[in-house]
Structures are given as structure tokens and as C-alpha cells.
């Protein structure tokens, strides 16, 4: 996927980082106005296993009752990257990789570790959320006993042409 893809410029790349980092951190402090506001209104939320949600006002409700659920989290952003779409100066694609440590509202604790394929819109001078795919690699115990769904056989199941 990255080989023949332009990476974005410096500024534009800064600016998607810290929409990413502006998400994770209205996750962390459950702030529900902050965390609607990376999203266009005609974005669409992947979250896997058929849970698709189309337009801002459907994921906005969608965040808000999963986070009804959780008692507290802590999501980090790592690594990421953004590139071009060809033609289109105002679109970009990313990848950026999250963690999440959390406690439900009934006391089970676990963590997430995956990724988000994304679509980028700028708006008004803004990037923007249009799609966000979330791809899990890890989701479970904290001591990582249950089972990672990124090795070489499980992504060729998903589609990724995995080499190694």
C-alpha cells in the first residue's frame, strides 16, 4: 500500500497527527463536543465484524453509548503516517497505530491494540475524519492471554498480502 502512495507535506502531516491526538485525548477525558469535532458530517465509522456507522450525528451517538459502558480509558496514539490522494490536495489516507487500557462499567479490565485505516477531508482549512476502519490486532486480557488476530495467517484471512 505504501510504496507507490506520495506522502503528504510536513504542515498537512502535523495537522493530521494532531486531529489523531485531539481524538485520543477527548477519549481520555470523555469529551464528547471535542471528540465529534474530528469527524465530517458525511464520515463513515468502521469498527469491524459488520459494525458500520454512516454520518456524524449516528457515530457521535455511537461513541457516546459505548463510553457509557467504559468506566474509565486511556487511549494512546503511536506511530502513524498520511499520504496524498493523487489529484485531490484537500483528501489523504493514514494509518496510525492506538492502544487503549480500559475498565467497564461492570469492573472487566482489558486492552486494545490495532490500528485505523483513515480518510482525510480538509474542511474550512481543518483535516477531517471521512472514514475510520479499525483494525484490532489485540483485544483482551491485560496479561495478553487471548488471542492476536495480527500473525501472518490472520491477516491473509483479512487481505493483507503479509510477506513475512
Given amino acids: 500500500m505504501t510504496s507507490q502512495l ?3 507535506n510536513d504542515n498537512d502531516y502535523i495537522s493530521i497527527q494532531r486531529l489523531n491526538n485531539r481524538y485520543a485525548d477527548a477519549v481520555v477525558h470523555r469529551i464528547g ?3 465529534a469535532s474530528c469527524w465530517a458530517d458525511d464520515a463513515v465509522w ?3 465484524g459488520g459494525r458500520l456507522v454512516e454520518g456524524k450525528d449516528s457515530i457521535v451517538k455511537l461513541w457516546y453509548g459505548a463510553m457509557g459502558g467504559i468506566s474509565t480509558v486511556v487511549q494512546n496514539v ?7 490522494v493523487q489529484g485531490k490536495p ?9 492502544s487503549e487500557r480500559f475498565k467497564r462499567a461492570d469492573g472487566a479490565t482489558g486492552i486494545l491494540l490495532a ?3 483513515d480518510a482525510y477531508r480538509k474542511v474550512n482549512g481543518e483535516w477531517l ?4 476502519f479499525l483494525q ?8 495478553l492471554s487471548g488471542e492476536f488476530l495480527n500473525g501472518k495467517e490472520k491477516l491473509i484471512e483479512r487481505g493483507v498480502s503479509a510477506d513475512v
Fill in 6 to 8: 506520495k506522502p503528504i
Fill in 33 to 35: 463536543s471535542q471528540w
Fill in 46 to 48: 468502521d469498527l469491524g
Fill in 78 to 84: 503511536h506511530n502513524g503516517e498520511a499520504w496524498q
Fill in 90 to 98: 484537500d483528501e489523504a489516507t493514514g494509518r496510525w497505530t492506538i
Fill in 115 to 117: 490500528h485505523y485505516d
Fill in 129 to 132: 475524519y471521512t472514514r475510520r
Fill in 136 to 143: 484490532p490486532h489485540y483485544h483482551g486480557p491485560a496479561d
